[in-house]
């Protein structure tokens, strides 16, 4: 990895950290936010079975731990900034449990079939192409059969990348990444809102556009059917 560094190794090494603290003044109100308040409407009709959630690319756990609120379940967090993972901790909130970690979603450490809901928050656009299919291993692995995938990332609706404006050598990609998981069989597209950076409602311009999808992880994605 020395002789060819990564995206992960850049984040991991600073760039999260130079992420968050040019970022972490907008983080701190999203009880009212578009992506609060639509995850929260698609997985309260299921909250009774949402007891441990996961998100990947957390931040300080802002929106994590405002879900689990609204929810009713314990917060786990992973982000490459351990600055952000330090001033999460900082948070005291007697109202939820929440569990912080410095990590990648390469490298989950959880046991397999651990989580309820897995949300992939605005982080699978900056993963590592060589590392794309590692993460929705990584996923899947810790989402148990019959839980949630929520995806919230850029969904332009064709595939490319642009240069990442804050280092040199790293792009963002932008792509369908629910055809990822959907394409197994494995998983079913319940829910998806669209909306952009800028308005709560669907761009027009594919290059502002930003979906949050929720995903049905299969009980049985191959069931027996009588010929």
């Known amino acids: 990895m020395e002789n060819n560094p990564t995206q992960e190794s850049a984040f991991l090494n600073g760039e999260a950290n130079n992420w968050f603290n040019r970022n972490r003044e907008g983080l701190r109100s999203p009880d009212d936010s578009v992506g609060v308040n639509s995850i929260t409407s698609m997985l309260i009709p299921f909250k009774d079975e949402i007891s441990k959630m996961l998100e990947i690319g957390c931040s300080d756990g802002s929106k994590l731990r405002s879900l689990c609120k609204n929810i009713g379940a314990t917060g786990f967090g992973i982000d490459p900034s351990s600055d952000a993972i330090t001033a999460g901790k900082a948070v005291t909130d007697s109202t939820v449990e929440m569990n912080l970690t410095v990590g990648t979603a390469s490298n989950l450490q959880f046991e397999n079939s651990y989580f309820d809901v897995v949300f992939f928050g605005f982080s699978l656009y900056l993963v590592d192409r060589n590392m794309l299919f590692q993460a929705v291993s990584e996923a899947d692995r810790v989402l148990k059969a019959g839980g949630f995938l929520v995806i919230q990332d850029f969904d ?37 809102v669209s909306f952009s950076h800028s308005k709560d409602t669907f761009d027009k311009d594919p290059h502002e556009r930003i979906s949050i999808s929720l995903l049905y992880k299969e009980i049985d994605a191959y069931p027996q059917i009588s010929s």
């Not at 490319?160 to 040199?168: F, N, Q, S, V, W």
């Not at 790293?170 to 998806?192: M, Q, T, W």
């Open 156 to 192: 332009p609706g064709f595939r490319y990348k642009r240069p990442y404006t804050h280092l040199e050598g790293i792009s963002s990609y932008k792509n369908s990444y629910v055809d990822l998981f959907s394409a197994s069989g494995h998983y079913f597209e319940a829910e998806k």
